[in-house]
């Protein structure tokens, strides 16, 4: 039957005038949690033995990564006093950002301000408004092989090129300088450093740190420094914040409560302009941070309120816990996975709560590639890994050891035995 005006449409749907996003399509397939979920998918609910779960980073759902009671007993607090039930200003509490100014301050040879501090609804909102702010027509960004996937998202969300410059396995994942600087171009607007590194595991060395701070200078480009993980290190590298070199190049430090406190579904993020020079003052940076943050969600009044107690009380027997914990679960995954014949580990974990790993698929029958070890495990072994594709590794594994240490060993037992059906006679 014809409509009124004449039209025939093969389908009701050609009469509407809209359609979807297609760089939010593109970007939520970079997604992290959607690689895993679909390796999840493959488990068959045979209800025979529980999942293990080794592919994502969130540990606070298991009894030995509980948060401090110090933690929750602030949030309780703010939430009774009745002083945080309004809107928040979009920059985040006054006393929340002296909290964190404070906290970042310690590790830095200058003292930073409230004013260098933004809140954010934890720390994947802090590199959306960073990479937001920074996009303009033609822009792009140097970004780490392996890294987090939600950089690239971004960047697809906001139309910004991405150029990827690897990580050197066999020198502890330190950053491929030369590389860095054959990628870099009069539009290349920052380089992108995770300190400690998700995926890696690895921590970085003073010297390296000062040489990519001198490289980002000579290219004329800012560092967006990802220190979600910090101080969360347990090998013979300590944290040390790129902030320090900050007289040399401006950085950009993101960073939240997610990890070191264990709570990642608080969404309390930051970013930090650690920038003695005010160098991006001058050329505007700050200020398109301050418009986006002007035009987005602020992260929950009541827990900015808690945060101030929370940085300043727990003590630091929690995060020692904290630390031997992942400590001995590190140690014990690099030493399971030195067993596995088809596994390799380039470097030992030595930060943040990952390993990552190179499959040798010349030793393996009816394996395509990452994911298809990634599906098939889950399926037959009920054991949840991340695919390295995910994260611009093809035919490597994430593994993390941030589970229950129970957890952690039957599931790297069930890797082995997989290994070993699936290995050439």
Same mark, same amino acid.
């Given at each position: 039957?014809?409509?009124?005006?004449?039209?025939?449409?093969?389908?009701?749907?050609?009469?509407?005038?809209?359609?979807?996003?297609?760089?939010?399509?593109?970007?939520?397939?970079?997604?992290?949690?959607?690689?895993?979920? @679909?390796?999840?998918?493959?488990?068959?609910?045979?209800?025979?033995?529980?999942?293990?779960?080794?592919?994502?980073?969130?540990?606070?759902?298991?009894?030995?990564?509980?948060?401090?009671?110090?933690?929750?007993?602030?949030?309780?607090?703010?939430?009774?006093?009745?002083?945080?039930? %309004?809107?928040?200003?979009?920059?985040?509490?006054?006393?929340?950002?002296?909290?964190?100014?404070?906290?970042?301050?310690?590790?830095?040879?200058?003292?930073?301000?409230? #004013?260098?501090?933004?809140?954010?609804?934890?720390?994947?909102?802090?590199?959306?408004?960073?990479?937001?702010?920074?996009?303009?027509?033609?822009? %792009?960004?140097?970004?780490?092989?392996?890294?987090?996937? /939600?950089?690239?998202?971004?960047? +697809?969300?906001?139309?910004?090129?991405?150029? !990827?410059? #690897?990580?050197?396995?066999?020198?502890?994942?330190?950053?491929?300088?030369?590389?860095?600087?054959?990628?870099?171009?009069?539009?290349?607007?920052?380089?992108?450093?995770?300190?400690?590194? %998700?995926?890696?595991?690895?921590?970085?060395?003073?010297?390296?740190?000062?040489?990519?701070? @001198?490289?980002?200078?000579?290219?004329?480009?800012?560092?967006?420094?990802?220190?979600?993980?910090?101080?969360?290190?347990?090998?013979?590298?300590?944290?040390?914040?790129?902030?320090?070199?900050?007289?040399?190049?401006?950085?950009?430090?993101?960073?939240?409560?997610?990890?070191?406190?264990?709570?990642?579904?608080?969404?309390?993020?930051?970013?930090?302009?650690?920038?003695? @020079?005010? +160098?991006?003052?001058?050329?505007?940076?700050?200020?398109?941070?301050?418009?986006?943050?002007?035009?987005?969600?602020?992260?929950?009044?009541?827990?900015?309120?808690?945060?101030?107690?929370?940085?300043?009380?727990?003590?630091?027997?929690?995060?020692?816990?904290?630390? !031997?914990?992942?400590?001995?679960?590190?140690?014990?995954?690099?030493? @399971?996975?030195?067993?596995?014949?088809?596994?390799?580990?380039? !470097?030992?974990?030595?930060?943040? /709560?990952?390993? /990552?790993?190179?499959?040798?698929?010349?030793?393996?029958?009816?394996?395509?590639?990452?994911?298809?070890?990634?599906?098939?495990?889950?399926?037959?072994?009920?054991?949840?890994?991340?695919?390295?594709?995910?994260?611009?590794?093809? %035919?490597?594994?994430?593994?993390?050891?941030?589970?229950?240490?129970?957890?952690?060993?039957?599931?790297?037992?069930?890797?082995?035995?997989?290994?070993?059906?699936?290995?050439?006679?």
């Amino acid at each position: 039957m014809e409509k009124e005006n004449g039209a025939n449409p093969s389908s009701e749907t050609e009469r509407w005038q809209f359609g979807h996003n297609k760089a939010v399509v593109a970007a939520g397939s970079r997604s992290l949690r959607e690689a895993i979920y @679909k390796v999840i998918a493959c488990v068959e609910e045979t209800g025979l033995r529980p999942v293990i779960p080794i592919a994502n980073g969130d540990p606070s759902v298991f009894p030995s990564f509980r948060t401090t009671p110090i933690a929750e007993e602030a949030i309780v607090e703010a939430v009774r006093s009745a002083e945080y039930n %309004n809107y928040s200003p979009t920059n985040g509490l006054l006393s929340a950002r002296q909290a964190v100014a404070d906290y970042l301050s310690k590790d830095l040879p200058y003292k930073l301000s409230p #004013d260098d501090v933004f809140l954010t609804a934890g720390c994947s909102q802090a590199i959306d408004i960073v990479i937001s702010a920074l996009s303009r027509p033609g822009a %792009n960004v140097l970004l780490p092989r392996p890294g987090f996937p /939600m950089y690239e998202a971004r960047c +697809i969300y906001n139309n910004v090129e991405m150029r !990827h410059f #690897d990580l050197i396995p066999e020198q502890g994942w330190e950053l491929d300088l030369e590389q860095v600087k054959k990628l870099a171009d009069e539009n290349t607007v920052a380089i992108v450093v995770c300190n400690p590194n %998700n995926p890696c595991g690895s921590v970085l060395k003073y010297h390296h740190m000062e040489e990519i701070a @001198k490289t980002a200078r000579k290219l004329g480009v800012m560092i967006i420094s990802d220190e979600v993980y910090d101080h969360l290190t347990f090998g013979s590298n300590p944290f040390i914040p790129m902030g320090i070199f900050g007289d040399i190049v401006p950085v950009v430090t993101l960073g939240s409560i997610s990890k070191r406190w264990v709570v990642p579904g608080w969404r309390l993020g930051w970013i930090a302009t650690t920038d003695p @020079k005010g +160098i991006l003052r001058k050329t505007k940076v700050v200020d398109s941070i301050r418009s986006i943050l002007d035009i987005t969600t602020d992260p929950a009044t009541f827990i900015q309120g808690a945060l101030p107690q929370i940085i300043e009380k727990t003590k630091d027997d929690f995060f020692n816990n904290i630390t !031997h914990i992942l400590r001995d679960a590190a140690e014990l995954c690099y030493n @399971k996975i030195k067993d596995i014949k088809c596994i390799t580990c380039p !470097h030992k974990p030595e930060g943040s /709560m990952f390993v /990552m790993v190179k499959l040798n698929l010349s030793c393996l029958v009816d394996i395509n590639d990452d994911v298809d070890f990634c599906s098939k495990l889950a399926k037959e072994e009920s054991v949840i890994v991340c695919p390295g594709s995910a994260l611009e590794m093809k %035919n490597w594994l994430r593994i993390t050891f941030a589970v229950e240490q129970t957890s952690l060993v039957v599931g790297l037992e069930r890797l082995k035995l997989f290994c070993e059906r699936h290995e050439k006679n």
